[in-house]
């Protein structure tokens, strides 16, 4: 029989009991058995909808759990450092939501963390898991059309509540919260790190938080990302990556659906109608299930850990670059 890894969830946000956790219950080697919250009710019902065995009234009870061996971190984007951290120390490996921190200073903390547990840690990137993005970038790498130049990304949604933790500082907003995804798409695309950035913000003056941010990266060789993204938009995502012979099409590259497969367009540029333009299309799955079980492989020691928290700072350095260039109206360095 495989053995599954315990996983235990701090706190019972949305994202966590709606659609991850859900995911990671159908997963091959992962099985969630415990939710915290500082309410005890909260978890308890979180746990009773999810079929969990176990619910906290606190964080430090999960942490003190000895069966659990993993946790999931979904709290709000400033909490994800000090809690990621603590769990870390209480010898539990973390995959932590995205952002993983509120700047890259800030991340770092979490390098001399893991050195001094030994236990694994992990930015929650699902999208770098699902087919059709692995697709995508052999297609954009292996030449087939020409040498990738640019990538054009755009994700957005329309969400008004002042009471929702995506309108708050210190961590909210479009940057921190869906721009995220253009930055790391791209550089998992390109297999490089952006070397200047030049973005610009439009605040919200009752939130205080981005509500529409679009910036242009440059990365070695001359090739470009160009990303929007927006929270009180129409909502809307899509990806195009262009080389110099054609172009992948993602149409939903980012909350892929788990009800229908997904596919994306190949285009050879033979006109702009879409003559040249074919589909490959990918098997229904959940790209929270293949993230859970990816973690849940590492922990037991059967694959290595492909995106370690390396990555995830190398990331956070290019968000912090657009906020300091929004400030300064110039081009700035990761």
């Known amino acids: 029989m495989t053995r599954k890894v315990s996983w235990g ?3 019972a946000a949305n994202i966590g009991i709606e659609r991850v956790l859900p995911a990671m219950q159908r997963g091959e080697v992962s099985r969630v058995d415990a939710i915290a919250s500082r309410s005890l009710a909260k978890a308890q019902a979180a746990a009773a909808k999810l079929g969990v065995v176990r619910a906290y009234g606190s964080y430090e009870e999960l942490l003190a759990d000895p069966a659990i061996e993993a946790i999931y971190n979904p709290l709000p984007n400033e909490l994800h450092v000090p809690w990621t951290i603590r769990a870390l120390e209480a010898g539990k490996h973390v995959l932590s939501e995205k952002p993983i ?25 699902m999208v770098r898991h699902h087919p059709q993005w692995r697709r995508a970038r052999e297609i954009a790498r292996s030449g087939a ?26 961590g909210g907003g479009a940057l921190y919260d869906i721009g995220c995804y253009a930055i790391l798409t791209a550089r998992y695309v390109f297999g490089a790190e952006p070397i200047r950035v030049v973005a610009s913000l439009d ?21 470009h990302l160009t990303f929007t993204c927006a929270t009180q938009v129409q909502d809307y995502q899509r990806v195009t990556i262009v080389g110099e012979a054609g172009r992948v099409e993602i149409a939903v590259p980012f909350n892929a659906l788990i009800d229908r497969p997904m596919r994306i367009a190949i285009d050879s540029g033979v006109d702009l109608v879409g003559g040249g333009v074919r589909f490959e299309e990918f098997p229904i799955c959940d790209q929270y299930t293949l993230q859970g079980d990816a973690f849940s492989r590492a922990v037991l020691g059967e694959a290595p850990l492909e995106f370690p928290i390396e990555d995830a700072i190398a990331n956070m350095r290019v968000i912090d670059a657009a906020f300091r260039s929004a400030r300064s109206g110039g081009w700035e360095k990761p």
Do not use: C, H, M
């Open 9 to 11: 969830v701090l706190g």
């Open 101 to 125: 921190a509120l700047d890259a200073k800030e991340a770092q903390a979490l390098v001399a963390a893991r050195a001094r547990s030994g236990k694994l840690v992990a930015e929650a990137f």
């Open 145 to 170: 059309i020409g040498e990738v130049r640019a990538i054009q990304s755009f994700f957005a949604y329309r969400l008004l509540d002042a009471d929702n933790i995506r309108n708050k500082p210190l």
């Open 203 to 223: 605040v919200d003056p009752k939130f205080g938080t981005d509500r529409l941010t679009s910036a242009l990266i440059e990365f070695p060789g001359g090739r």
